[in-house]
Nanobody, 124 residues
Framework: QVQLVESGGGLVQAGGSLRLSCAAS????????MGWFRQAPGKEREFVAA????????YFATSVKDRFAISRDKRKNTVDLQMNTRKPEDPAVYYC?????????????????WGQGTQVTVSA
């Protein structure tokens, strides 16, 4: 079993920056990928960003590509999402997830373990 705990959510001004962090614990941690998804009220969960664990290759949704950054720390078993928030779709609950075996990083079904989520609220 793997446990994922997100932190860093909260209220941010439109155009401001916020950094989310996700810490993994549990079994020997050697996943294929760690990623972030988000879900706004009344909408489906959507892919935001991911990073392959071994090589650190990043993937981004088109809507965040030039505004968000993702990084991982293999010693600490953490993944961070640096966000510059300015779009209406940015406020949401952000979920950290990890997939053990290879697959499409864009699909939720690739991910085996999920965090509880952290709320990001953007003020005007």
């Amino acid at each position: 079993q793997v446990q994922l705990v997100e932190s860093g959510g909260g209220l941010v001004q439109a155009g401001g920056s916020l950094r989310l962090s996700c810490a993994a614990s549990g079994r020997t941690f050697a996943p294929f990928v760690m990623g972030w998804f988000r879900q706004a009220p009344g909408k489906e969960r959507e892919f935001v960003a991911a990073i392959t664990w071994n090589f650190g290759y990043p993937y981004f949704a088109t809507s965040v590509k030039d505004r968000f950054a993702i990084s991982r720390d293999k010693r600490k078993n953490t993944v961070d999402l640096q966000m510059n928030t300015r779009k209406p779709e940015d406020p949401a609950v952000y979920y950290c997830a990890t997939g053990i075996d290879s697959g499409s990083v864009y699909r939720p079904r690739t991910y085996d373990y999920w965090g509880q989520g952290t709320q990001v609220t953007v003020s005007a």
